[in-house]
């Protein structure tokens, strides 16, 4: 009777023991491999790394942000109002709304008990104006979050080791940031027409007219994403709202006065009044708009900016 008990008791606790190791074991596979499928960064550090000082930080538009990955190796330590902090890193965004969120998550520390700081700032440089601040230890995730946001304004996240840490990290945009794409605006234009005569001879002046094409512009909602795009004044090149034409004449005519007009009169050589024979040519305009502003886009903003400005 004992016998037959013990070894009763001993099955059933050879079963328990089983099933705990497989309890544990499937739960350890499932938080490892939920948090690799969450910080899947195959693309670290794109489209570019985080800034080493404030003045060199990437502004991100919010698609870029819909899963950076970055890390704060090889950044330096950086000092406000004599704090420090250490391996620091920066870049900005602009919020389409006055509540902003994102989820942050750290991994591949060093040490393997690390951790990072993540910090808001208004504008383009450290100031007291804290909004918010998240640690986040190493294999965790974490949620930086404020309201009060400004549209269309300039912030920096700060991204600082605890402890001298060096960790990769992702962020992403949860709320309050625009992740769609903006795309070109569409245009409907009539066509240009050069008027003026059909047969020219030598010894005369000709005038010739261009009218141009008059363009309806229809602007073209963002795509992807939450529909949103927003970027603050700068963070895109001004659309363009110049225009730059070229006439361009026959071999063996001239331009008589300007040649640079809507209107302008050619001659042909005086050559070609020994010459008894006829020839076909043409007489067009080349146009293309440009930006008034010839001032260069700021290589640290990385927007898709068509349409936007």
Known sequence: MHVLKFKGMLAMMKTHLKFLLLFALTNWMFATNGFAQANDCQNLNQPARIGDSMHLSPFFCGSTLLKYCGTNQGMTNDSFSGVSYPQAGFFRFSACEDSVSFKLSVFDCIPSAGALNFSIYPGNMLSNNLLDIDTVQDLATGLLTFTGASPDTFYTIMVSGVDNS?????????????????VPDSCVCTE?????PDFICPGELYTYTVTLPSCTVFPTDPIGGNGLFCVPDGACPPKPDSLVYKWHIPPGTSFIGDSTGLTISIQL???YGAMDTIRNDSIWLEWHYVYSDSSVLDSLNFCACYGAG
Do not use: K, M, N, Y
């Open 166 to 182: 060096v960790c990769s990290f992702s962020v992403e945009a949860i709320a309050g940031i625009g992740t769609a794409s903006s």
């Open 192 to 196: 240009e027409s050069v008027t003026g």
């Open 269 to 271: 050589d005086p050559a």
